[in-house]
């Protein structure tokens, strides 16, 4: 089913629009705009207010889609991941940077040098707590919150 590509499955595809939480409701937009061949999509913050998993929905979503897309964002994550270069708005000037340009800019004035890569693993492990638990397998979730609060001591 084409909704399964976002994260849609099960229970989850009967519910009422208005039962969904904002960001599957975002997600769902998403997915309608993708159906419709639309070729660019304007993201105003996109994954402000997101779970985790969501978030991991929408940013495949993001690679997977074959069209242009300006995504507005304070999410440095998804930039770096999800976009092929950057528009920098500052002091009424815009600049166009590459994303090893970007990269090497945020590293120097936000982050430690392995940061980024620090939060993928985060993000990566908290989507399969989330797996975990909604498979009810509560061992293995508990293992990767251990991991999980390890990876954080070390941001």
Known sequence: MYLS????EGEIVSQKIESL??????????AKVSASKA???LLDEPTSHLDTYTQIALEKAIKEFKGAILMISHDFY??????????IIDDKTIRKMSMPKFRRMIYASHFD???LEME?????VE???ELALKDTDF???????????ELIKLL
Do not use: H, P, T, W
């Open 5 to 8: 590509n976002y994260g849609f």
């Open 21 to 30: 939480s904002g960001g599957e409701k975002n997600i769902l937009q998403l």
């Open 39 to 41: 070729n660019v999509l």
């Open 78 to 87: 998804s930039v770096v991941n999800g976009m092929d270069y950057v528009l």
């Open 113 to 115: 040098r392995d940061y």
């Open 120 to 124: 993928q693993k985060k993000k990566s």
């Open 127 to 129: 989507m399969k707590i």
């Open 139 to 149: 061992e293995r979730a508990k293992r990767l919150i251990d991991e999980l609060e």
